[in-house]
């Protein structure tokens, strides 16, 4: 089965840049989504279609994929972005998830 | 977006036939639009895909789950469901169930708890 992986953690200065990356077999080749979940709430989607952001979702952050990685950005990190970070991609007809980064801005 | 909101026994005896609901509003569950999705996260882990409809009855399941799921479509209701048969305590976790218009999973209701308990 298809599988996504994800580094459990990731620190990151107050207005520094965080980079969370999700790896797959030809993963560059689908389109990776990234869900925000902060605790005791439902996720939120913050990148879709690689690059894409929703509408409300602020520029800070900002989405790659090529090759086995995809990967998040949040450029100049703030307290309000620590959160669990979850990838996700198609693999067909079905739908898979990354493990999860938790994104602690110390 | 729509807003999805979940419902259902929050507590589930082992071997029983777990069933929730999510009710759709400020859209149509009968629109060509969307895929109706269930996902499910067990405490302190991550999130995992149980399957989805489509406006047209047709399903697709997680291949881990697939020989215990069902998901239906209530059009009358503007609802849709799911039944996961033979549960054990491994299926306890909060249950989400979420739209789906084009490749991402765009709204999400607020979970359900489900327990898994004698």
């Known amino acids: 089965s298809y599988e996504l992986t994800q580094p459990p953690s990731v620190s990151v200065s107050p207005g520094q840049t965080a980079n969370i990356t999700c790896s797959g077999d030809?993963?560059?080749?689908?389109?990776a989504c990234w869900y925000q979940q902060k605790p005791g709430q439902s996720p939120v989607l913050v990148i879709y279609?690689?690059?894409k952001r929703p509408s409300g979702i602020p520029e800070r952050f900002s989405g790659s994929n090529s090759g086995n990685t995809a990967t998040l950005t949040i450029s100049g990190t703030q307290a309000m972005d620590e959160a669990d970070y979850y990838c996700q991609a198609w693999t067909g007809i079905t739908a898979v998830f990354g493990a999860g980064t938790k994104v602690t801005v110390l | 977006q729509v807003q999805l909101q979940e419902s259902g026994p929050g507590l589930v005896r082992p071997s029983q036939t777990l069933s929730l609901t999510c009710t759709v509003s400020?859209?149509?569950?009968?629109?060509?639009?969307?895929?109706w999705n269930w996902i499910r996260q067990p405490a302190g882990k991550g999130l995992e895909w149980i399957g989805r409809?489509?406006?047209?009855?047709?399903?697709n399941y997680n291949p881990s789950l697939k020989s215990r799921v069902t998901i239906s479509l209530d059009t009358s209701k503007n609802q849709f469901s799911v039944k996961l048969s033979s549960v054990t305590a491994a299926d306890t976790a909060v249950y989400y169930c979420?739209?789906?218009?084009?490749?991402?999973?765009?709204?999400w209701g607020q979970g359900t708890l489900v327990t898994v308990s004698s």
């Open positions: 409809i489509y406006t047209s009855g047709s399903a």
């Open positions: 979420a739209s789906q218009e084009t490749t991402p999973f765009d709204s």
């Open positions: 400020g859209g149509s569950i009968n629109s060509d639009t969307y895929y």
């Open positions: 279609d690689d690059s």
């Open positions: 030809k993963l560059g080749d689908k389109y």
